[in-house]
């Protein structure tokens, strides 16, 4: 049913949300680790950040012009390809700096599209009388996700190597595009468009 694809797919992005978060911070306590620099950790901030801060400024545009579903689809699809090649390459010994910096920036882009628009998309997938309900769980969740995060990061880092932590955002976001590809709801988005323009913005922004 509808409503239990709704219920599914809140439960999925909470784990994606947490897996996307674990692995952030895995980042950022492995550059510390290895390089004790706080100029690296300052570039992987600004990789983190700067990109995702730039597409959000269109991400609400484009929510409204084409299918939201297929905009948080796209977004997870950036941020896991990007993480799976990044987790692949440091297990075969590439440790680059500059790998790390690259898929930050990629994943940043990832988060600029889907994180704006999983907001907007909720009242398309939730009855109106739960909406209120599923924001306050859905605000509480992300709350205990920043707080957990980083302790579960820095466990995880002590447990197994780098590469292998980065599996946790591939496979939540695996899990969150085949929820989203099954979910069925009213459409209520504005006629679709050639996504042409948001590629543009894309590589422009990276």
């Not at 950022?28 to 995702?52: D, H």
């Not at 075969?92 to 628009?117: H, K, W």
């Amino acid at each position: 049913s509808t409503q239990g694809y709704s219920s599914a797919a809140s439960d999925v992005y909470k784990r994606q949300l947490f897996g996307s978060a674990i692995v952030s911070y895995s980042i950022v306590w492995y550059i510390t680790l290895k390089t004790s620099s706080t100029m690296a950790l300052a570039i992987s901030i600004v990789c983190t950040y700067m990109p995702q801060i730039v597409i959000s400024m269109f991400s609400g545009t484009w929510g409204d012009k084409f299918n939201k579903k297929n905009l948080i689809i796209i977004g997870d699809t950036i941020t896991g390809i990007s993480t799976l090649i990044l987790a692949i390459l440091f297990i075969n010994g590439f440790d680059s700096l500059y790998l790390l910096y690259g898929a930050c920036a990629l994943r940043s882009v990832g988060s600029g599209i889907q994180t704006p628009l999983e907001h907007a998309f909720l009242p398309l997938i939730c009855p109106e009388e739960k909406l209120t309900k599923i924001n306050g769980i859905y605000a509480t969740a992300s709350s205990a996700i920043n707080i957990l995060s980083p302790a579960m990061a820095g466990v995880l880092l002590n447990v197994m190597d780098f590469g292998h932590t980065l599996f946790i955002d591939c496979i939540t976001a695996l899990l969150a595009i085949i929820v989203l590809l099954k979910l069925k709801y009213k459409q209520r988005d504005a006629p679709e468009e050639s996504l042409a323009p948001i590629f543009v913005t894309l590589v422009a922004a990276v």
